[in-house]
């Protein structure tokens, strides 16, 4: 019987010829990205060895610069510990920091077939790159720190289909959306991206929709490799690149299609992203108090560009906060040379450092009682970006733009015909 992406992977980094769903699996594990949370104290406990410092990096990315004196603490607690170890991919506040899986990204941390682990949920962002990336606890962090290895249950896996190519203003969140709209949730299971329209997707395309994959409760979100994926790691890793297909014979759950030209702007309603998408249209005239673009899924170079083409020679509406956070200073130093920066500012933008920020509720962008905020960032349920009686509608970077120039949700439509 043939195999998945993800039981492929699985099979090699046990030892095993094959891998079938139900099987668990302890694997080796390439690459442990700490970051500082895990520096927490209720999270950390010193530990007096690991197995391979050169398979760990260490990025500081939530609370970043530290909003209080616990974050703090947490980062001197991290440095210390790079210190310690003798850890090179460290990315401390403003030395090449960022998100860590936009760091994954701008410097081919994860190579195909691999195995990458981080305690945050996020994680199967790296996915992307044709390898099995996952967030696991905090314990299971330094499990595989000390050991080099984990463990995993192998679920089923569900295929997407991509097939022609997204619309002018149409975007991979827009994509992701109606995935998540109409299958709902993916417990248990891998979701593998593949087919023809791929090919049309930049990797910040394709790596929102693993990002957001973790929303859809999957263990592992994969691509199939193809050159531009290639290309792309290439030019940040010399490692050699080994590309892990799918058999021919093998066996999914389910293998649905997804027609990308066929899609249009979606909006996220309130408190859920599974099974509660609408077309844009349902829900253009919604008030909002802030319009938000960053997060690992959606802080990247391309998300800002097209952010500052929707406000370019415009201004944002009075009464409405518009917050972009690139998701590293890589991002952040190629949006201020291209320009998209400065256009974003003259409309009234407000551009914040390189974090998770308002995303996960931290900082730079905390909402406040009854306020509505439309977001582009990976959550949207209660409570997750402030006071737990506002609310977050979520869409694509095109509509988080738009609606920010008019004060209500808005079609992305109408600023890129």
């Known amino acids: 019987m043939g195999m ?58 939530h609370r970043v610069p530290a909003p ?128 023809p329209g791929v090919a049309g997707l930049s990797i910040n395309a394709r790596k929102t929709i693993t990002a957001m994959s973790a929303e859809l409760s999957a263990e592992f979100a994969t691509f199939e490799a193809d050159a531009v994926l290639a290309e792309w790691i290439s030019a940040r890793n010399p490692a050699p690149l080994v590309p892990v297909r799918p058999d021919a014979d093998a066996k999914y759950h389910a293998v649905r299609n997804v027609d990308l030209s066929a899609l249009e702007p979606l ?47 415009r201004r944002i509406a009075a009464g409405v906060r518009f917050i972009v956070t690139p998701a590293s200073q890589t991002v952040y130093r190629d949006v201020v040379a291209s320009g998209a920066v400065q256009t974003l500012i003259e409309a009234g933008a407000m551009i914040a450092p390189p974090t998770c920020g308002a995303c996960g509720g931290g900082h730079m962008g905390v909402l406040g009682p009854n306020e509505i905020c439309l977001t582009s960032s990976t959550r949207n349920f209660k409570g997750r970006m402030g006071d737990p009686s506002s609310q977050v509608y979520m869409a694509s970077p095109a509509t988080v733009a738009a609606s920010a120039l008019t004060g209500v949700i808005t079609d992305p439509r109408e600023f890129l015909q």
């Not at 410092?53 to 990315?61: L, M, N």
């Not at 909006?267 to 005239?285: E, F, H, I, R």
């Open 267 to 313: 909006v996220a309603l309130p408190d859920s992203v599974v099974n509660n998408s609408q077309p844009v249209a349902k829900t253009a005239g919604t008030r909002i108090d802030q319009a938000y673009i960053g997060s690992c899924a959606n802080g990247t170079q391309d998300d800002i560009e097209l952010a500052a083409r929707v406000v370019k020679g």
């Open 4 to 61: 998945t992406i993800a039981e492929k992977i699985l099979a090699a980094k046990s030892g095993r010829k094959a891998v079938v769903p139900g099987d668990v699996v302890t694997v080796e594990v390439d690459t442990v990205i700490l970051f500082d949370n895990n520096f927490m104290p209720n999270n950390w406990r010193d530990i007096l060895k690991v197995a391979d410092p050169e398979k760990i990096i260490v990025t500081f990315d």
């Open 68 to 195: 209080t004196q616990q974050a703090a603490a947490a980062q001197v607690t991290g440095r210390a510990f790079v210190k310690k170890f003798g850890i090179k991919r460290f990315h401390d506040v403003g030395h090449n920091q960022g998100i860590s899986h936009q760091l994954v990204a701008d410097y081919g941390y994860a190579l195909p077939g691999s195995v990458l682990l981080c305690s945050d949920s996020h994680t199967c962002s790296a996915g992307v790159f044709n390898c099995l990336a996952r967030g696991v606890g905090g314990p299971d962090i330094i499990y595989a720190a000390i050991k080099g290895q984990t463990w995993f249950r192998c679920g089923e896996t569900v295929r997407y289909e991509l097939v022609g190519k997204l619309p002018e203003a149409v975007t991979a969140k827009d994509a992701f959306l109606q995935i998540a709209g109409v299958h709902g949730a993916h417990a248990t299971m891998n979701v593998e991206y593949g087919g």
